[in-house]
């Protein structure tokens, strides 16, 4: 079955897998809430790169310092999603509101607007230079953490896996709940882990309606 969260991001996970461990944060924690989490942590370079480069444009930076800058904090972010331990609020939150707000490209637009007004066609080649670089950089290490999955006999992950992984362990931490991403004997039980399904069921069914069985 995949599983898709509110803005239509698809997850490559057995919903008999995902909720045993959304159940873990039920009441306190939403399975809508950790859904809605996962976009922001996908969202998590596109976020921070808009924001540095948004600062960049307006300070008028040098070309070099732009890329490099745009670069780092892609790659920062991307490592921190990955990495497997809790992503900082400071972090997520902005992401949180930016991927609400993203659509149709238009704030990538706006920002690269702003860019040509502010630094030329320099600062936007330097800022889209570092973006392409951070984004090879991230997607190679994706690979390797889907190959290390792949070789301890798990599923193979992209980065929307990844991102919900982040998600979860992002609130597991903040609610005092166990964040491993082994599930115990009693977890597998169905039953055990209905109340999480059934709530978002019933209150966001245009979502759980979207779960498909491929």
């Known amino acids: 079955m995949a599983l898709f969260t509110p803005r239509g991001l698809k997850l490559r996970l057995p919903i008999d897998y995902v909720f045993p461990l959304l159940q873990r944060l039920h009441p306190r924690v939403s399975a809508f809430k950790v859904l809605q989490t996962t976009e922001a942590m996908e969202s998590l370079p596109a976020a921070w790169s808009f924001g540095l480069g948004l600062i960049a444009f307006w300070n008028l930076w040098g070309p070099t310092a732009i890329a490099i800058a745009v670069g780092t904090v892609c790659v920062f972010v991307h490592i921190s ?14 992401a949180r509101i930016y991927s609400l707000l993203s659509g149709y490209g238009l704030l990538f637009i706006l920002l690269l607007g702003i860019g040509w007004w502010k630094c030329g066609w320099r600062g936007v080649a330097a800022y889209l230079a570092g973006r392409v670089g951070a984004g090879a950089v991230n997607s190679a290490l994706v690979s390797w953490r889907s190959r290390k999955v792949l070789a301890a006999g798990g599923p193979a992950l992209t980065q929307s896996e990844l991102s919900f992984f982040a998600a979860f362990v992002y609130h597991a931490a903040r609610v005092g709940a166990a964040g491993s991403l082994e599930l115990q004997d009693g977890e597998t039980v169905e039953e055990s882990w209905l109340p999480a399904f059934r709530r978002l069921e019933l209150e966001w069914p245009e979502v759980s309606a979207r779960f498909t069985p491929d």
């Open 81 to 94: 999603r990955i990495s497997g331990f809790p992503v900082s609020g400071v972090l997520v939150e902005p």
